[in-house]
């Protein structure tokens, strides 16, 4: 369970989050839309300690997270694992080894050959063949995207964040990549939070939907719920997702 | 004045992670031979040229005032020894190595790689910084000695060959205006600098703002800082070391 009680978040003078609550029960798919620079990844950011709310509280389990020193965050970042808006591969590791890393850290128990194992399940899992060997740039953008995906799940973290997964990725790469968001959160049975701008796939794959604008939550419900909404951020971002469903 | 407070946080944390085993000894040792051995080549070319504009420059004036360069052999020497070995290295070293750090962290930066491990319970500073640190701290000690004897000897051939010094001269010379101790507090001054080279430039990474943009400015940044602070710590170094004279 995740829990955000009235959440702000500036930088400077800027303040992009203004107060922001919403309760995230287990299991949930949640995605967060709005247009750019509304504070959608800084939300994101926030509930694993990469940023710290200027004030609120974030609740992760039972535990505000707000003020957390980094050694005191260490055990509530293994619970999650994020997928950030770029692949975020470690340039110098082949793709075998960027989904070895954190299991060889988080579970230093499991010998070569079980880690072995579990690097290829994970890439399995994301449809990635063959490329273990490969350093991330001689592999494509949306294959390094699912990489970055396998090796987020490889830790089994209870809880997924998505930071823009299918940013910059053409569509059918986009599809497969929020189909896999939708069967890994039902497989691996995680609460997922997704940042997007991608209302189509909201519809399609979200128990709920909160969308921010300007800082705040504008309008939340299911999908069929927000399909009724009347605040025109809404209808917007509807609108493009009917049209992307008519073409 | 923020940047001074989050500096010396960063620095202590870092001084904090050198002291605290266990180290990664095969990145450490990767992270040396990038800045020793591939720095090598690069450093006494400079310190060679560097070492014979030294007693070119020195003979030509003494022949002007005193009509002698007799002593030109100790006080090339003594330049050497006290700045000119140390001090250039380090700015090489600064040049190659410290854009080098500072870029690549700043692009794991905007790539948000720093972020993915911190989401991986590991600490930037002690899996980027740490091993950089040793690392720049031994090269910086290694490059000073060996840049310290090639400009020495690049001296004495000069010497030899130009201006009519045999090498027993310029010895001689030499050993009337410098010590043993002068070359250990050159290859004190060389790991001092190497030291500031990765706390400057993984620093500036750390801060790098979202792109290329920001990358070249944490670069920029980076050098000129460290630059700025090898030339002040070189002042600071040399007052101290003139106690033991």
Known sequence: MISFQNVRKSFGEREILKGISFDVPEGEILFILGTSGTGKSVLLKNIVGLLKPTSGAIVVDGQDVANMSEEQMFPVRRKCGMVFQHPALFDSLSIFENVAFGLRKHQPELDEEQVRERVARCLNLVQLKGVENKLPQEISYGMQKRASLARTVAVNPRILLFDEPTTGLDPVTTNAINQLIFELSRKLKTTSLVVSHDMHCALAIADRIIVLDKGHIVDQGTPDALKKSSHPLVRDFLKEALSAEGS | ?245
């Open chain 2, 1 to 245: 004045m923020t940047a001074v407070a989050d500096f010396s946080v960063y620095l202590l944390r870092s001084l904090k992670e050198t002291f605290t085993p266990p180290y990664r000894y095969k990145d450490i040792m990767s992270q040396l031979e990038f800045v020793s051995w591939q720095s090598l080549p690069v450093i006494l070319f400079c310190v060679s040229f560097a070492a014979i504009v030294t007693i070119m420059e020195s003979s030509f004036h003494m022949k002007l005032v005193v009509q002698n360069d007799a002593l030109v052999p100790g006080f090339a020497a003594l330049l050497i020894l006290r700045e000119l070995g140390a001090v250039i290295s380090a700015l090489l070293l600064t040049s190659r190595v410290g854009a080098g750090l500072a870029a690549e962290v700043g692009s794991m930066q905007v790539t948000e790689q720093i972020d993915a491990l911190r989401m991986l319970g590991i600490d930037p500073v002690r899996f980027l910084v740490v091993p950089r640190f040793l690392a720049c701290i031994a090269g910086g000690f290694l490059l000073s000695l060996i840049a310290n004897l090639v400009c020495l000897y690049c001296a004495m051939l000069v010497s030899e060959l130009s201006l009519g010094y045999s090498p027993g001269a310029f010895l001689t010379g030499m050993r009337a205006f410098v010590d043993f101790q002068d070359l250990i507090f050159a290859t004190i001054k060389g790991a001092t600098f190497g030291a500031v080279i990765p706390l400057v430039s993984c620093f500036f990474g750390f801060r790098c703002k979202s792109g290329a943009e920001g990358v070249g400015l944490a670069t920029t940044n980076s050098v000129v800082v460290s630059s700025v602070a090898i030339i002040v710590l070189d002042f600071v170094l040399t007052y101290i070391f003139s106690h033991f004279y």
